[in-house]
């Protein structure tokens, strides 16, 4: 190689690296699951409504990131109306989301973070969850989901896992408020 | 990336990074890597199939899992193969993800387990066959997958419950080795085949149980 060849061929490298471990993916919709399911409907929980999903701060924004990786909500979307969205993917599954019905859940999006140190990583989301009937609250309650992972040196590896497990854990959340049984009793009242 | 599943996509990211720097370095290096489906647990044999008597529609929950958690990215793309392999199976009229009318209900659930001593293992052996061009060393990798299915003939009625574990192996570089599996030329012809060769075997385990509505 020439004296300019090799550092030439080290920042192409070193671009390629990082165009493979940097990129800007969305949160993907998650399925719903068989134990919320048969709780709702074994349960005989109303059918419910949904109501406005709203971020506690604006730190809570549209997209959350990892090394050079970003992941974001759906477009036109926050990750708090996302966890709405999931919601109503579990409700719809179990035959339980009527727009008109009188009970209705709300939510707050608390907390929505990754923390990772290029050997384990946390994902950690928080939410406030409101249940309402007529417009009057019946019921809240702070829930919490919790992930952790090895996390690796390689960015494209780190990052893939690091978005799959933060993705997760709004179906983690969303099936702890609809299997509490608390919530499932204030549900029935 | 979409349609490859956990400890393979770590080792293809892996390759994906060595390919990087073999692009620089050599870019005539062989890179392909080879996909086997283990043979042992096979297809359903004629005289094993089981047929429903009386096929109704059901509702099918399908979810991919990586130790556990779900993986949205992965559940898009297998569903849709799944849907088509239990429509194949002729054991359910209506095949579809939205509640039927008596709450019959399948739920599957494909867990790719990732064993950490194997997945350090591959990642060492990847790194050395990349350095090497794919020409010196290679790497096996395995990724194990347990499939829980579990059939509600109707709201409220007791679940039926199969459990069925299948492999899939991933060769790359040189690597002599003999893999108990059938080769398949593209990841995804090799995943589709494990995926509808587990669904088989475990709705046809669901519709042999004698608690199978008759």
């Known amino acids: ?189 | 990336m979409n349609k490859l599943t956990s400890a393979r996509r770590k080792i293809v990211a892996l390759m994906a990074v060595l390919a990087a720097m073999l692009a620089i370095a050599a870019p005539q290096a062989a890179l392909a890597m080879k996909f086997f489906v283990a043979n042992a647990l096979g297809e359903v044999k004629p005289e094993e199939k089981v047929t429903a008597p009386k096929p109704k529609p059901v509702q099918v929950i399908f979810e991919f899992q990586r130790d556990g958690k779900p993986n949205a990215r992965a559940t898009k793309v297998v569903k849709a193969w799944a849907l088509d392999d239990i429509k194949g199976t002729k054991n359910f009229t209506d095949v579809g993800d939205g509640p039927v009318a008596d709450g019959a209900l399948l739920s599957i659930k494909f867990n790719n387990i990732v064993v950490k001593e194997e997945l350090d293992k591959a990642k060492k052996q990847a790194f050395g066959a990349g350095l090497g061009f794919g020409l010196f060393g290679g790497v096996v990798a395995t990724d194990h997958y347990v499939v829980t299915i579990e059939y509600v003939p109707a709201t409220g009625a007791a679940p039926i419950r199969t459990e069925v574990k299948h492999e899939l192996y991933s060769k790359y570089g040189k690597k002599d080795v003999e893999i108990p599996g059938t080769e398949y030329a593209k990841g995804d012809d090799a995943v589709k085949a494990l995926v509808r060769q587990a669904l088989d075997r475990g709705i046809n385990n669901i519709v042999a149980d004698p608690a199978f509505p008759r």
């Open chain 1, 1 to 189: 190689m020439t004296g300019y060849a090799r550092p030439l061929a080290l920042i192409v490298l070193a671009g390629a690296i990082a165009l493979l471990s940097g990129c800007s993916t969305p949160v993907e919709d998650l399925p719903p699951s068989i134990e919320t399911i048969r709780v709702l409907r074994e349960q005989a929980v109303p059918p419910l409504a949904l109501g406005a999903f709203v971020s506690d701060n604006k730190a809570i924004g549209r997209t959350i990131s990892v090394r050079l990786g970003v992941l974001h909500a759906p477009k036109g979307q926050n990750f708090a109306q996302f966890l709405g969205s999931t919601f109503a993917t579990e409700l719809k599954a179990a035959g339980k989301l009527d727009p008109a019905s009188q009970l209705r859940i709300e939510g707050v999006l608390t907390e929505s973070r990754i923390a990772e140190d290029f050997k384990k990583g946390g994902g950690m989301l928080g939410a406030r969850i409101s249940l309402m009937r007529g417009g009057k609250s019946v019921f809240t309650r702070d829930y919490r989901a919790e992930t952790h992972w090895n996390s690796d040196w390689i960015g494209a590896i780190a990052i893939e896992q690091a978005f799959t497990d933060y993705n997760g854990l709004y179906a983690q959340l969303v099936r702890k408020v609809l299997s509490d049984p608390e919530f499932v009793a204030a549900a029935k009242q």
